[in-house]
Antibody, heavy 121, light 112 residues
Framework: QVQLQESGPRLVKPSGTLSLICAVS?????????WSWFRQSPGKGLEWIGE???????NYNPSLQNRVTMSVDKSKNQLSLSLNSVTAADTAVYYC??????????????WGQGALVTVSS | DIVMTQSPLSLPVTPGEPASISCRAS???????????LNWYLQKPGQSPQLLIY???TRAPGVPDRFSGSGSGTDFTLKINRVEAEDVGVYYC?????????FGGGTRVEIK
């Protein structure tokens, strides 16, 4: 069973860059699956940030695409998320997720526990 | 973007009684493979969303059979046959047909 664990600085200053890592265990980052990042602002609903394939191909949410970068590190079996020019509105729990392929691509199948990142001076 | 609309916003339930949540998409979620790209999740307090149903009606591994999903195209329903205390939390639908993936606003299920 694949397990995902988010980590990174939990406090980021306004106008700074939010950086998170998602460590993957129980599976390879190079498997035929897409990896996604989601976020959830306190007390609010869920938002898809974007997705990445192990080849490095990405799809980003147009609402964030000018500030977000995703990458994979095959040697460490992990993926990363970077969001620049952050404001208080970017305060949220950030989740990484993996799709599952069973003949069909099943999006949002596995989820990490999430990491709360607060943007504050 | 596909807009997902859930109802009701809040659902007080009595243990042992059934419950039903509706999710409507602004456009059809029927893929050309014949499957609906619609997931249901339960988010318990302090936890990440857990997948209950995918492809509109297939239970994820380990999900009790009191949960069922139905619907096609733009209208979907999640039903809980007999609610148990452990079913409290916020339920979300999510469309996976096209990016950006989008979610319904959530339905909070609480015990009366």
């Amino acid at each position: 069973q694949v397990q995902l664990q988010e980590s990174g600085p939990r406090l980021v200053k306004p106008s700074g860059t939010l950086s998170l890592i998602c460590a993957v265990s129980g599976g390879s980052i190079s498997s035929s699956n897409w990896w996604s990042w989601f976020r959830q602002s306190p007390g609010k609903g869920l938002e898809w940030i974007g997705e990445i394939y192990h080849s490095g191909h990405t799809n980003y949410n147009p609402s964030l695409q000018n500030r977000v970068t995703m990458s994979v590190d095959k040697s460490k079996n992990q993926l990363s998320l970077s969001l620049n020019s952050v404001t208080a509105a970017d305060t949220a729990v950030y989740y990484c997720s993996r799709d599952h392929v069973a003949g069909l691509r099943l999006r949002g199948y596995y989820w990490g526990q999430g990491a709360l990142v607060t943007v504050s001076s | 973007d596909i807009v997902m609309t859930q109802s009701p916003l809040s659902l007080p339930v009595t243990p042992g009684e059934p419950a039903s949540i509706s999710c409507r998409a602004s456009q059809s979620l029927l893929h050309n493979n014949g499957y609906n790209s619609l997931n249901w999740y339960l988010q318990k307090p302090g936890q990440s969303p857990q997948l209950l149903i995918y492809l509109g009606s297939t239970r994820a591994p380990g999900v009790p059979d009191r949960f069922s999903g139905s619907g096609s195209g733009t209208d979907f329903t999640l039903k809980i046959n007999r609610v148990e205390a452990e079913d409290v939390g916020v339920y979300y639908c999510m469309q996976g047909l096209q990016t950006p993936l989008t979610f319904g606003g959530g339905t909070r299920v609480e015990i009366k």
